[in-house]
């Protein structure tokens, strides 16, 4: 699995550098996790305003010690540094509907199309407030935020995964099985992506837009894939 990372941090003179890009195969999900969450915190040690690095710990903090207070209020702090950050309302998001609170993850997701209504990881977040929809009981939702995900972005699982989920709930177990074979039809057309990659080398093509998100909350919205 391909986990892409970039941490910035900051210099003394506190202006905002790439602090170094971790892009590389990393067999397990933890162990990218684990290092942002300590480039993060070295980070903070340089610029303790930075609202970033407040936000990678959150989310380093989250997946790699499960430490939801803590997280939180890493969040809490780069919301006030920054309050129009989207990737902060993420990953608190992630923080507040994987502790059990799933009303404040939608509360926190739903700020994020205000301020950006064109989020890059709009499937991410729709798939999240899906799956806060099912929890809640709001199944209709979930079917609307679901359906929006796989519009959004036609090759995320996750959403297709929630989609079976929601499909049983609702006793439709032909949803299920269409939502359940679209992973499957996608691996069994894997084999055509190296001559379309290929083609578009060969034209000069720059790698996609979808490959190229390679910043560390990308991996924070892969967190379970």
Known sequence: ???????????????????RDLTRHVDDARTAFAETLQA??????????????HALVGVGELW???????ALNHIHRAIEL??????????????TGFSGDPVTAK???RRIFQIDPAYPYTAVIEADLGLWSMITGDLKAAEEHLDRAVQWDAGYGRA????VALYGLNGDRAGSSRALAQPQRRARNKA???LIAAAGEAAGASSSAAAARGDAWWVAGQYSA
């Open 40 to 53: 993060a915190r070295k980070a903070l040690e340089i610029d303790s305003s930075y609202w970033l690095a």
């Open 64 to 70: 790699t010690n499960l430490h939801y207070d803590l």
């Open 160 to 163: 297709y995964q929630r989609q």
């Open 82 to 95: 920054n309050p129009s950050a989207c990737q902060a309302y993420h990953f608190g998001g992630c923080i």
């Open 107 to 109: 509360r926190h997701q």
């Open 192 to 194: 055509r992506v190296p």
């Open 1 to 19: 699995m391909l986990w892409m990372s970039w941490l910035w941090a900051a210099e003394p003179t506190c202006e905002p550098v790439r602090l």
